[in-house]
């Protein structure tokens, strides 16, 4: 069973940055397709940015040039950076992986406001 924690939500300027990290149990993490997904009030849950076991990554249009999605150091962690934020990025964000079914995690709160 894989368990997906979230962190690193905040409420940010517009331009401003924030961190998201997703921290995972299990042992599959590390060579799995994992990935951020964003669901807005109203809208449908969407990906953000994925990467995947061999660290090849794919981006929505609307985040190129200003989010990287990595891996950390250790093999169970997973970040988000987001730069020049907007206040189209407000979100839930969620964490993603692929391995055999989809799992995620609880969602962390973006809020990008003046």
């Known amino acids: 069973q894989v368990q997906l924690v979230e962190s690193g939500g905040d409420l940010a300027q517009p331009g401003g940055s924030l961190r998201l990290s997703c921290e995972a149990s299990?042992?599959?993490?590390?060579?799995?397709?994992v990935g951020w997904y964003r669901q807005a009030p109203g809208k449908q849950r969407e990906l953000v940015a994925r990467i995947t076991g061999s660290s090849s990554t794919i981006y929505a249009d609307s985040v190129k040039g200003r989010f990287t999605i990595s891996r950390g150091n250790a093999k169970n962690t997973m970040y988000l950076q987001m730069n020049s934020l907007k206040p189209e990025d407000t979100a839930v964000y969620y964490c993603?992986?692929?391995?055999?079914?989809?799992?995620w995690g609880q969602g962390t709160q973006v809020t990008v406001s003046s």
């Open positions: 993603n992986l692929v391995w055999g079914k989809e799992y």
């Open positions: 299990g042992t599959i993490f590390s060579i799995a397709t």
